[in-house]
């Protein structure tokens, strides 16, 4: 499957930068339209449980505000469950999350958290909300997630960024060949975490990805070149790799 690739853009550290000095300035609210505009296809909130960025208010805005489909991602505890039950967002990607870390560190292990995430995700999806589960390229944690009956997986390309040479050829392979078990298995899959300018084009060329999810970078972009322009520059890396890849699957 080779098709157009959407682009979700996380605005979550807007609001890191809005609350290091506190008020309400700059407001994720704006950035989100603005990445609407830029060619953005959905946008990527992270409510963590220590409200470090995103806050509650800020859920309750986008939802409103917004007509692109929020991803919100959470930690798979009652309260963000109770939260997400609420808002009712296009879809919810459950995500690992530890208090101390910097940023997420690495995928969901559904395969051994089985029994607690199936009414996690059972209760989401009776909700309409659709089910999306960050995940190493593994096919354990792939078929742990489609036994879950989740309707997307995101693969962490985070190893794959921090890597290079030989090693991240390494990385990009388990990439492939996950996002291949997935489409095999009827899973919907994503990508993200990490990825740049500079690290994108060999993700994008993998034809069963559907969606790149991508924020820090963009927002630490946009200190320099705008926030308009860095999404309209990954938007045309993105959609000139899977341009070519048409044309050579055509040729």
Do not use: W
Not at 83 to 104: D, N, Q, S, Y
Not at 127 to 137: M, R, Y
Not at 170 to 175: H, M
Request: hydrophobic content about 40%; overall charge negative; proline content about 4%.
């Amino acid at each position: 499957m080779t098709s157009a690739l959407r682009l979700g853009v996380n605005i979550d550290h807007v609001a890191t930068i809005r609350n290091a000095r506190g008020g309400v300035h700059p407001d994720p609210i704006h950035a989100a339209k603005l990445a609407e505009k830029a060619g953005a296809d959905g946008i990527t909130a992270h409510l963590r449980e220590d409200r470090r960025h995103i806050s509650d208010s800020d859920i309750a805005r986008l939802m409103d505000a917004i007509v692109l489909p929020l991803n919100f991602e959470i930690a798979a505890t009652d309260e963000m469950l109770q939260i997400a039950v609420r808002h009712k967002p296009h879809a919810a990607c459950i995500v690992p999350e530890k208090r101390e870390e910097r940023t997420t560190e690495g995928g969901l292990d559904v395969a051994g958290g089985f029994e607690s995430l199936k009414p996690f995700v059972s209760t989401l999806k009776d909700n309409g909300i659709l089910v999306s589960l960050f995940i190493e390229p593994s096919e354990k944690q792939l078929e742990a997630a489609a036994s879950l009956n989740a309707d997307i997986v995101e693969l962490h390309t985070g190893r794959y960024c921090d890597t290079e040479g030989t090693a991240r050829d390494v990385e990009l392979k388990r990439i492939i060949h996950a996002a291949g078990v997935a489409e095999g298995l009827g899973l919907e899959c994503h990508a993200g975490h990490g990825l740049t300018f500079d690290t994108v084009t060999p993700i994008a060329e993998i034809p069963s990805l559907v969606e790149l999810n991508i924020g820090h970078f963009l927002i630490g972009e946009a200190i320099f070149s705008g926030l308009d322009s860095a999404i309209r520059r990954m938007r045309s890396l993105m959609d000139t790799t899977r341009t070519n890849i048409a044309g050579e699957r055509s040729a």
